[in-house]
């Protein structure tokens, strides 16, 4: 890859909005999308893969995928694209994940920031439902596992927003509100800010 990829984590708890204002980040600011649960789930589903059914077990039971199976995914996608700014959707989302992310990835690539989509449980659960309800095709859009997806990204994922906070790098949105254009509004003013 011809100097540092640029990448922005988008974190935040399920149903906060992050495939929706990734997709829209995309279109404007030219970024490459990379959804750390859209790879997992692509390979999970790849026929043959020797990561399928232990991608699967954890997808199901709300738990995280070794680091080294979801850093190794990630970087191939990156390589792929042939492009150098990439939203790095979902991840990290624990201790393990951002300790092997520095192991593998910390020299390769420029962290820009975090950007984080804030929301109550409440408003990420209503999400989340309607979207099964819809048809979404996730096995986790139900009650009880999103119920345990809460609970790890309260105890695993918040830990490592605190890190990015006290090295000054995360940008926190409101995403409560269901208007996604105000929403995104915001988000513009960061990226304009970065590029500038």
């Known amino acids: 890859m011809a100097g540092s990829p640029n990448v922005v984590f988008v974190l935040g708890p399920p149903g906060s909005g992050k495939g929706t204002q990734c997709a829209n980040i995309v279109k404007t600011f030219d970024f490459v999308h990379l959804s750390a649960g859209d790879l997992l789930r692509a390979e999970r589903s790849t026929p043959g893969s ?6 699967e077990g954890h997808i199901r039971n709300g738990t995280i995928v070794p680091v080294e199976i979801t850093c190794s995914l990630i970087e191939k996608a990156m390589k792929e694209s042939g492009k150098n700014r990439f939203l790095i959707d979902g991840f ?6 951002l ?8 020299d390769k690539v420029k962290e820009v920031y975090v950007l984080l989509l804030s929301c109550t449980e409440e408003v990420a659960t209503e999400r989340c ?18 119920k345990k997806r809460f609970q790890t990204y309260q105890k695993d994922t918040m830990p490592i927003i605190k890190y990015y906070e006290a090295k000054d790098m ?12 105000a929403i995104f509004s915001e988000i513009c003013k960061l990226f304009d800010e970065w590029k500038s």
């Open 50 to 55: 020797e990561y399928g059914d232990l991608i």
């Open 92 to 97: 990290p989302r624990n201790r393990d994940n």
């Open 99 to 106: 300790d092997g992310w520095q192991k593998q990835m910390g």
């Open 129 to 146: 439902l309607k979207r099964g309800q819809a048809g979404s095709g996730r096995s986790d859009d139900n009650l009880e596992s999103l």
């Open 170 to 181: 995360v940008r926190s949105i409101d995403a409560n509100c269901n208007d996604k254009d």
